[in-house]
Every structure is written in C-alpha cells, then in structure tokens.
C-alpha cells in the first residue's frame, strides 16, 4: 500500500505543492490509452476491475472513453500492520460481486508504488480463471521495477514522491483535485 507520508500527527494534512501532472496532460493521456485499450479489445466485452478508492476517477474518465462494451465491478483492499510500510500482506474488504472465469479482464489502478498490492491481487484474480487479465495503471513509481509487474497500459511514471490529487489521498484528503501534484509537509 501507499506509505503514509511522514509518522505525522493526524489533522496535518500537509499542503497541495507543485503540479507533476496537469488536468490536461490526464485528460490527453486517458484519452490515448482509452483508444489503446479499445483497439486491443475489438471484438471482445471486457470487465473492468477498479481498486477502491483511488482508481475511481481514473476509471470513471476511462471508460468513458472505450469504445468495447464494458463492465464494471471493484475491490477494496486494506493492508494488515503498520500503516508506513507496505507489508505486502493484503485484505480483501470487499470481493468482486461478479465471477470473472472466462472473461477478459482490465484491473485498473491510480498508482503503483511498491507494487506489492497488485501482485497479490494478480496471483488471487488469476486463481479464479479469466480469459485474460491485463493491469492498466494511471501512474507508476520507481519502487515497482523491482517487482516487474505486467503491466500493459501506463498513464505517467512518477518520480517517487508523494503525490495527491484525481483520487489520490493524504489522510482522506486531496482526491476531488482535478490534477496530479506533490504534497508538501
Ligand atoms: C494505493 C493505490 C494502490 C496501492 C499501491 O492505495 O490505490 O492500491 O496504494 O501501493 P503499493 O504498490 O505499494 O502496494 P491506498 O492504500 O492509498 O488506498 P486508497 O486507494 O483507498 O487511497
């Protein structure tokens, strides 16, 4: 999961600092991968499977945008211990309400950090048979290299820091920002 930024006290919630992506560098990209995803997926229905809470936007904006004949379900997830390090251990809060054997599958995500929450989820979606199952994430950071995480479709790789904003949180806050910025503390 995405550390918290800093052992802060709650009720700090940090500053909006510089912009890393605009409303329209999203906007343009989303639109890009929409086609990208739309020519791959000609002739097929696909089921796209968002991670609560951050991807909402991300997807709302997407599959808008593609012009295959799209479901929707979602997950959430919640990881066990401490809330700064990514334990790689993850609890599922709520399942999908669909099966997915047999269908060709979208998981789509805001971020990847440490990529150790999709590569759970990857291992439990495969487990239940899909068609196929490809990752599209609207953002990446370094750390996930080191996992080499299959992922098809990616929006920006981000330098790592901490970021907020179009669904992205510090403590609840900043996800309604129609752009990507740094935090500031
Ligand atoms: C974020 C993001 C991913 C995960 C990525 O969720 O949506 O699910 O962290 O981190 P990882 O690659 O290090 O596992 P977060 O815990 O912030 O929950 P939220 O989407 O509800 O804000």
Redesign the pocket.
Known sequence: ???RAGGRMSGDYGSIGRTLVSEEELQARITEIAAEVSADYEGRELLVIG?????IFFIADLVRRISVPCELDFM????YGSATH?SGVVRILKDLDIPIAGRHVLLV??????????SYLLKNLASRKPASLEICSLLT?P??KRLKMPTRYIGFDLPDVFVIGY???HAERY?ELPYIAELEL
């Open positions: 999961r995405r550390a991670v609560l809470k951050g991807a959430a997830v919640s990881s990514s995500e805001d971020v990847i950090d440490s990529g150790l929450t999709l950071k750390g996930h669904g992205l949180d996800r």
